[in-house]
């Protein structure tokens, strides 16, 4: 008797298998625009010097240690990872109405808050994610058992925001189910509503409802500025816009380039007004599943998070970190636009600057992205998605010319 009939071997994960390939190619001119990972002028990871001088203060501290965290995560970091996020006037954390999780990264966050919201959330257990999103978030709700619909975003034949899609879809889902918004910088489109259509899309889905949950993975990447990256979110809560509870999933994987330390926070807003017993409740609720499935979150780097935001100096290195990386990205999105505009290659390029954050949504089709791979030694994900950070002065021509070549085949 097989204990595991039925099971099925699963393809490789589409990014972390795209990364697999990309290390496996013997090319030595091979391109990686797959996996959104910040990577400098010449290629290589780059180690940012708010954190190396975050590692070397914290190493040096007579109370370095590698003892256990709470459940809920390393304190100081908790508290300014909120001011980050709500701003450091929010009202809503001056009126105590926030309930703050370490987690492990933004994943973790979501998985969290699906957890959470699965046993406890009374209104309709259906979320809505953008078409498209991160491949990831399908599988997040799916495996916790949510049913996933999703609502439309991106409009292939504009390349622009689906705005009446996405209104007439928040009128049309059941009231009070889940929608999932990609706080800024979204992936992958890198397409982010105006200040203007934000305001929209929040009074209609308050109008309905809904339970809101950001997803702020990339705060400082879409304009360089913290506070600018923060409108959806501060607007929904500071002016009161939502009556509903709202969850933000945080991590500072992308904006601290701590990828693998896996820092990031969840933060629940129960209600809109204090409600002390309440968020007690939810507090422990979570502990109680933090406890259960990683039994306290990873210290290292929520510590050294912890140290840039809670120096006055490291904070500003950070803030010139971030300019840093944003604006290299924006430089790369020109030059591949005007390479492929004095190329003639066939298309209007406009997005690719028009876009923001780390991701380009080119247009190109699977199966020139499947050439750009086995033909050039490009690496892109199926859909189209550039990860833009992958781009440098020493190959931006080399990739412009691949993108030529298929485009034209
Ligand atoms: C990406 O979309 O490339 C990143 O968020 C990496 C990941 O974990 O999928």
Redesign the pocket.
Known sequence: MSYFAGIKELPPDP??GLKARFVADPRSDKVDL????YRDNSGKPWILPAVRLAEAQLVKSPTYNHEYLSISGFEPFLNTASKVILGENSKALKEKRVVSQQSLSG?GALHVAGVFLKEFYTGEKTIYLSKPT???HQQIFNTIGFKVDSYPYWNNDTKSLDLNGFLSTIKSAPSGSIFLLHACAH??TGLDPTQEQWKQILKELDAKKHLVLFDS?YQGFASGDLDKDAFSIRYAIDENVLSTPVIICQSF?KNCGMYGERVGAIHVIPSPEANEPLNRAVKSQLNKIIRSEISNPPAYGSKIVSTILNDRALRQQWEADLVTMSSRIIKMRHKLQDLLVELGTPGTWDHIVNQTGMFSFTGLTPEMVARLEKTHGVYLVSSGRA?VAGLNDGNVEKVAKAFDEVVRF
């Open positions: 990014l972390f797959g996996i959104g990972a994943t991160w491949a990831n992936n992958p993975a994987a990860s």
